[in-house]
């Protein structure tokens, strides 16, 4: 709250405006609106100009696009003709023709015609060009050119002729199309006849739109003459633009034509639109090349539209920034008269109370209007940014607690209590709460003291924990996770007879074994929260029974162990506890991070970790990661491959992944030999289950000194050889010599 309006003890607290002041802020209101007006005026000019060029770069780009998908379209209907004279049925009624072949060939072509809709019609021509039989009886089936047969062609063989773009009369509506024709010629290159097929260029546009940026986007196909074939059927039609198919734009344009013969792309600004155009080359064949105009436009009418809401946008963001400057002036003029008054309070505050004690004082509508130094020592924050803050806030209450601190102190003028002072050492404080007046009796404030808890409360705490620990039955134990001994209750004592051990960790205290498996049963407390085994007493025992050992991990916010519980039960000895392996039972966990294998490999003994060996196991087959939808089908091969190797997993061996469709399994204390013979057996249990198909190994033996990473890289050049290989697809790399 930057002006105060609340009741001060004393008037000369209050704020006061001068007449300097007053001029100041009129004069900085006044330069804010001028800057905004002829801010927003350069604004609006460059975004009108901006709209025109974002559009023209878009629309042409558009063309762009749509000219090369049209190429690319009469490329492949060449193609498509050419399989079409190259078919089995063609060359059987060309060499055998009877009505029956002729049948069939019609048959076919039809369905093609029915799947394909930008074919209109295929048809089959003579030797000496004369119409045969066609799918459809759309076209006229005149003759063919007499350029396009026999000796005086220029083209043959497998070249595919395109003819321009031609219009006729399917269903009562003028079609654009173009036909291609493909010779159809014995071995020794005399002609055995033509094969043409006709294609609908409006049809071809129209399979093109989805691809263009809109369908109000209207788009025109013209030829070098200025003939509209395609695009004059778009609704509602603009003035000087043809809006029948075989108009002709240089007769009802001829300024946008002379603009678009000059050149092959370009923009026109008309008086009602703009034009971008660009001329596309189909084909080119020989001595002939097929060119066409593609033209959009978007009327001038539109663009002032669409701009007319950014300019509303434009004045009402100036008006409200024009509104917020206004307010942030005028607020921080009286943040500084604010700052003069509170300083001037701070003065008088501290010559009421100087003592050691954290006192402040927070006026009737419960802000803090002054506070010594030891109370912003105790809540932690600085003096300046105590000021003004809310009672409810520091103390850190929720409404209904506040609610009942207001109406006690109503009743009875005086609150007493604890809270949390809200700093990262979490302080505990008392506050006493008193209602005082102000000498003419009109207005109240409060005056508040702090005391300071903490050690109390801390030693509430350890009395809370001895008891906790002293009442159960059970011999429990608190530890840190090197083993060192926090606190023990009097089971324990009795149980372990503690004041005769020298050692305060309980690796050492217990059995031996114990220490040895440390890093281990650790390990498990991460990744399951508890570890569960037998233990031998020490010899200072007054039994030798043995215990069942619980240990429960409790984790940080960092995910390592802050504490561990430790629980000691009479139990029954097992025959040999390392062979039972309860210290490290069967891991049947698979890490999940390179850390945690990281962790498990430098906690194996250095016998197993020298004799160990390292298999890189790659599931991904070829078919799969061709496309990102193959990546759920790798995921649930991936798990049908874990639990295949789990089940035959011998104890002590350890899997983690690495990375998608990769494995890692460490078997410590194993050779290279048995490692290949562990991968073998697991190829061919993957085999028996119908999971090894893509599946390689790439094994890796231990060298002295050697990290995972070094060691995982060996593996990973071994299971690349095993990729290269064939059949076997394991390979085996970095062995030791001796």
């Known amino acids: 709250m930057l002006t105060r309006k609340l009741p001060l003890l004393i ?27 002829l801010l927003s005026n350069v604004i609006i000019t460059l975004g009108e100009r901006r709209l025109q060029e974002d559009w023209a770069t878009q629309r042409y780009s558009e063309l762009q696009a749509v000219g090369t998908l049209i190429a690319d379209k009469v490329s492949f209907q060449q193609f498509r003709t050419q399989m079409f004279a190259k078919s089995e049925l063609l060359n059987r009624y060309l060499n055998i023709p009877n009505i029956e072949r002729q049948d069939k060939l019609k048959s076919n072509w039809q369905v093609i015609t029915k799947n394909i809709p930008e074919l209109l019609d295929i048809a089959l021509f003579d030797p000496q060009g004369s119409f045969k039989f066609a799918t459809t009886d759309e076209f006229s089936h005149d003759p063919l050119p007499p350029s396009l047969l026999g000796g005086s062609r220029n083209m043959g063989g497998n070249e595919i002729y395109t003819s321009p773009l031609e219009f006729s009369p399917i269903n009562g509506k003028l079609e654009p199309y173009l036909y291609q024709l493909a010779w159809l010629e014995n071995p020794d290159q005399s002609i055995r006849g033509y094969l043409v097929t006709y294609n609908s260029m409006s049809k071809m546009l129209k399979s093109i739109k989805p691809a263009y940026s809109s369908t109000e986007s209207p788009l025109l196909m013209l030829d070098t003459q200025g003939l ?82 950014w300019r509303s946008i434009l004045i009402g963001g100036a008006t409200v920034l024009t509104f917020l400057a206004s307010m942030l002036i005028i607020l921080s003029h009286s943040y500084r008269l604010e700052q003069r008054s509170r300083q001037y309070s701070i003065e008088l505050s501290n010559s009421l109370f100087h003592r050691d004690v954290g006192s402040i004082i927070v006026n009737d509508k419960n802000r803090v209007i002054s506070a010594n130094q030891m109370a912003a ?69 409060l005056l508040i003291t702090f005391e300071d808890v903490t050690e109390l409360k801390k030693a509430q705490a350890e009395a809370n924990l001895n008891q906790l620990l002293n009442e159960s039955a059970v011999a429990t134990a608190l530890i840190t996770a090197d083993g060192t001994l926090q606190r023990t209750n009097t089971a324990f004592d009795e149980q372990i007879q503690l004041k005769e051990c020298s050692s305060k960790k309980l690796t050492e205290i217990l059995d031996h074994n114990l220490g040895n498996k440390w890093s281990q049963i ?127 997993l011998p104890t002590g061996y350890q899997m983690s992944h690495w990375q998608l469709g990769k494995l890692i399994i460490i078997l410590p204390g194993t050779d290279a030999d048995n490692a290949h013979h562990f991968a073998i057996k697991s190829m061919g249990s993957l085999n028996d289950m119908g999971l090894g198909e893509g599946i390689c190994m790439g094994i890796a033996a231990y060298q002295d000194n050697q990290s995972l990473e070094q060691y995982l890289s060996n593996a990973e050049v071994a299971l690349k050889r095993a990729k290269q290989t064939g059949e076997q697809r394991i390979c085996q790399a970095f062995t030791r010599l001796n």
């Open 11 to 37: 008037d000369a607290q209050g704020i006061h405006w001068s007449n300097q002041r007053l001029i100041s802020v009129g004069t900085q209101l006044c330069l804010l609106l001028l800057s905004v007006v």
């Open 228 to 309: 509209v074939y395609a695009g004059a059927d778009s609704r509602p039609s603009l003035k000087r633009v043809p809006d029948t198919m075989g108009g002709s734009l240089k007769q009802s344009y001829p300024a946008l034509w002379r603009k678009m013969a000059m050149s092959n792309f370009g923009q026109f600004h008309g008086d009602n639109a703009t034009f971008v155009y660009l001329k596309v080359e189909l084909t080119t064949q020989y001595e002939t090349r097929r060119e066409y105009f593609l033209v959009s436009y978007v009327r001038n009418d539109d663009i002032a539209a669409n701009f007319s809401q």
């Open 377 to 445: 020592q105790l809540l932690a924050l600085p003096n300046d940014d105590l000021l003004d803050r809310s009672l409810q806030r520091i103390l850190h209450l929720e409404d209904e607690d506040y609610s009942l601190i207001m109406n006690q102190l109503q009743q009875k003028n005086e609150w007493k209590g604890e809270f949390d002072a809200g700093s990262e050492s979490q302080a505990k404080l008392i506050a006493h709460i008193k209602t005082q007046h102000t000498p003419d009796k009109k207005n109240q404030y």
């Open 522 to 648: 650790l390990q498990q407390i991460i990744l399951q929260g508890s570890w569960k085994g037998q233990v031998l007493c020490s010899p200072n025992s007054v039994e030798s029974a043995c215990l069942q050992a619980t240990l429960k991990g409790n984790l940080d916010s960092s995910g390592d162990i802050e504490y561990i519980v430790c629980t000691f039960e009479q139990a029954t000895p097992k025959a040999s506890m390392h062979d039972s392996g309860d210290l490290v039972p069967h891991r049947t966990t698979i890490l999940v991070n390179l850390r945690d294998l990281d962790s498990y490999f430098k906690s194996l003994t250095e016998y197993s970790r020298d004799h160990s060996s390292l298999l890189l196991i790659d599931i991904t087959a070829e078919s799969m990661l061709s496309h990102m939808s193959d990546i759920g089908q790798l995921e649930s091969r991936q798990k049908e491959v874990e639990i295949q190797l789990l089940r035959e």
